[in-house]
């Protein structure tokens, strides 16, 4: 990747550290989240063109709260420290930060006091969002005060030097509901770090293909291909680069959802050209799965199962050169943290390299955000269906029927689940919702159809919003939406009598029944 402008979020911990790097790249400027015990000499290696600190959950009191070397704040770099990251930036230069006896959260109306570059374009009062504690009771020496808030709870609501070009904000600038948030963060960009913006979707995308032609030369490249979107959109810019000597590989295990495997095929064979072997085990999956109704036996075995699937195909491919991996920015970060307690063991590509004989993997979206991975497959001009695709399991419809995993299980599902997609989509609201499917819960009960009983499944519904699956809430879908999908389930599939909506939030609940 050529250089550009480089912006390092220091990450203290808080709960939007991530939006904050997205707000940066989303105003043009390349940023990276970094944990927050960086050394002076690796932000140094570094070189970026400004710093922000994020919030976090501390107090600089505590000693066990991280902190940082003054050194970082004579490197002639800018700072913008954000609510814990502001505190931070008195504590250290000889402020006063002070505990205030309850917490502020929410909506505050701040009043500028001084524009300076910080806050050009801002009106003299705005809605600003809190979200602390501790509060700066008075900024350092040779800073001014920027902002306060009218009820008196911040005096000092921000802080700053022009010619030291650092600064702080108490409220959180990242947030949607502080109304002039982006543009407090684009003046520190621009004005004040004077970056120029060279981070763009379109540049971006022609600067990897460019890249990976000459990385990739003449040499074959294999990857697989889920249908899902970062295996999707890295499968298209690979190929864009070096065309055919891209195979991709689709397993069909059997357990997508309606038509799906078909459309896959249709967008990425047909209509790109894309060179896509589909390997169908739907049988093979079907049998391993006979008898099994434990969640975790069902994952490992359409786990292993997947890759020997795919081993058989790539064995039959030869040897290549590179394999594709759709890994994302957050899975970087998330594979640099602490272990934590299995809930379910995730199926997914990872376990390919061991059994493909290939030199070097390559990851062209390691870089990205879900939302810029849309934008890339947007400029790559997929289609908008797969581009906003719902996130889908590896193990599919297998862990939304719970028991054993039967023919006529998966028809039923299958039928019910694209019922209630259907009817999400014409209310308009499948781009709104994180994730919505049908389930089945191994618990028939008794109905009546016509004047005959009936003894059949009870489908849930589930639908949840989220930002990124860690926690989510159940969609509050309208009622009419829910009773048409009820009566056209009932009405239209085969073996569903009772249909159910999921009013769990995650956690304590999943957002996968399995
Ligand atoms: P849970 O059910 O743990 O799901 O709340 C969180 C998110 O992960 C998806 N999910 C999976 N994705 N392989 C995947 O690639 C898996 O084995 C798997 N299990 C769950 C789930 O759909 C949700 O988006």
Same mark, same amino acid.
């Given at each position: 990747m050529e250089k550009h402008e480089r912006v390092l979020v220091l990450d203290f911990g808080g709960q939007y550290n991530q939006l904050i790097a997205r707000r940066v790249r989303d105003l043009n400027v390349y940023c990276d989240l970094k944990n927050c015990d960086m050394t002076v000499e690796e932000i140094k290696a570094y070189n970026p063109i400004g710093i922000i600190f994020t919030g976090g959950p501390n107090s600089v009191y505590e000693e066990s709260s991280p902190h940082v070397p003054a050194e970082i704040f004579s490197l002639g770099i800018p700072v913008l420290g954000i609510c814990y990251g502001c505190q931070l930036i008195a504590y250290t230069l000889g402020g006063e930060v002070t505990h205030a006896q309850t917490s502020e959260y929410g909506k505050r109306e701040i009043r500028v006091l001084k524009k300076g570059a910080l806050f050009e374009g801002v009106p003299a009062r705005s809605v600003s969002w809190m979200s602390h504690t501790d509060y700066v009771s008075r900024a350092p020496e040779g800073f001014e005060v920027l902002a306060d808030t009218e009820a008196g709870t911040c005096p000092v609501a921000a802080f700053g030097s022009a010619e030291k070009k650092i600064y702080g904000v108490q409220f959180h600038p990242e947030v949607v509901h502080t109304e002039y948030g982006n543009l407090v963060l684009k003046n520190f960009l621009y004005a004040v770090c004077g970056v120029k913006g060279d981070w763009t979707m379109s540049g971006f995308v022609a600067e990897q293909v460019r890249a990976l032609r000459e990385k990739i030369g003449d040499k074959k490249v294999l990857c697989a291909m889920s249908g899902g979107v970062d295996s999707a959109v890295a499968a298209t810019l690979i190929h864009k680069a070096v065309g055919n000597q891209l195979?991709?590989? +689709?397993?069909?295990?059997?357990?997508?959802?309606?038509?799906?495997?078909?459309?896959?095929?249709?967008?990425?064979?047909?209509?790109?050209?894309?060179?896509?072997?589909?390997?169908?085990?739907?049988?093979?999956?079907?049998?391993?799965?006979?008898?099994? #109704?434990?969640?975790?036996?069902?994952?490992? %075995?359409?786990?292993?199962?997947?890759?020997?699937?795919?081993?058989?195909?790539?064995?039959?491919?030869?040897?290549?050169?590179?394999?594709?991996?759709?890994?994302?920015?957050?899975?970087?970060?998330?594979?640099?943290?602490? !272990?934590?307690?299995?809930?379910?063991?995730?199926?997914?590509?990872?376990?390919?390299? #061991?059994?493909?004989?290939?030199?070097?993997?390559?990851?062209?979206?390691?870089?990205?955000?879900?939302?810029?991975?849309?934008?890339?497959?947007?400029?790559?001009?997929?289609?908008?269906?797969?581009?906003?695709?719902?996130?889908?399991?590896?193990?599919?419809?297998? %862990?939304? %029927?719970?028991?054993?995993?039967?023919?006529?299980?998966?028809?039923?599902?299958?039928?019910?689940?694209?019922?209630?997609?259907?009817?999400? &989509?014409? &209310?308009?609201?499948?781009?709104?919702?994180?994730?919505? +499917?049908?389930?089945?819960?191994? #618990?028939?009960?008794?109905?009546?159809?016509?004047?005959?009983?009936?003894?059949?499944?009870?489908?849930?519904?589930?639908?949840?919003?989220?930002?990124?699956?860690?926690?989510?809430?159940? &969609?509050?879908?309208?009622?009419?939406?829910?009773?048409?999908?009820?009566?056209?389930?009932?009405?239209?599939?085969?073996? &569903?009598?009772?249909?159910?909506?999921?009013?769990?939030? !995650?956690?304590?609940?999943?957002?996968?029944?399995?």
């Open positions: 195979v991709c590989v +689709f397993v069909d295990h059997g357990l997508l959802r309606k038509y799906e495997a078909d459309e896959v095929m249709e967008v990425f064979r047909d209509k790109l050209g894309m060179n896509l072997i589909k390997a169908d085990a739907g049988e093979v999956f079907l049998e391993r799965l006979k008898g099994v #109704s434990d969640p975790e036996k069902k994952r490992k %075995i359409i786990g292993e199962e997947f890759i020997r699937t795919f081993e058989k195909e790539a064995k039959k491919i030869g040897a290549v050169d590179y394999l594709v991996q759709g890994t994302i920015y957050p899975d970087v970060i998330e594979s640099g943290k602490g !272990k934590s307690a299995v809930i379910k063991s995730h199926h997914n590509v990872g376990g390919l390299p #061991s059994v493909v004989d290939f030199k070097e993997i390559i990851e062209p979206l390691r870089d990205l955000f879900k939302d810029e991975v849309r934008r890339v497959g947007f400029e790559l001009g997929l289609p908008r269906k797969v581009v906003m695709r719902q996130p889908f399991p590896g193990p599919g419809l297998a %862990i939304r %029927i719970m028991g054993e995993v039967t023919k006529e299980k998966l028809e039923t599902l299958r039928d019910a689940d694209f019922i209630f997609r259907d009817e999400i &989509a014409k &209310a308009g609201l499948d781009e709104k919702i994180w994730q919505y +499917f049908a389930v089945i819960t191994n #618990s028939p009960t008794v109905g009546v159809m016509g004047d005959f009983r009936t003894y059949e499944n009870v489908i849930a519904l589930r639908a949840v919003t989220s930002v990124d699956a860690m926690t989510a809430d159940w &969609a509050r879908i309208p009622y009419d939406v829910l009773e048409k999908v009820s009566n056209r389930i009932v009405n239209e599939v085969k073996h &569903a009598n009772r249909i159910v909506y999921d009013v769990t939030s !995650k956690p304590p609940a999943t957002i996968e029944w399995e």
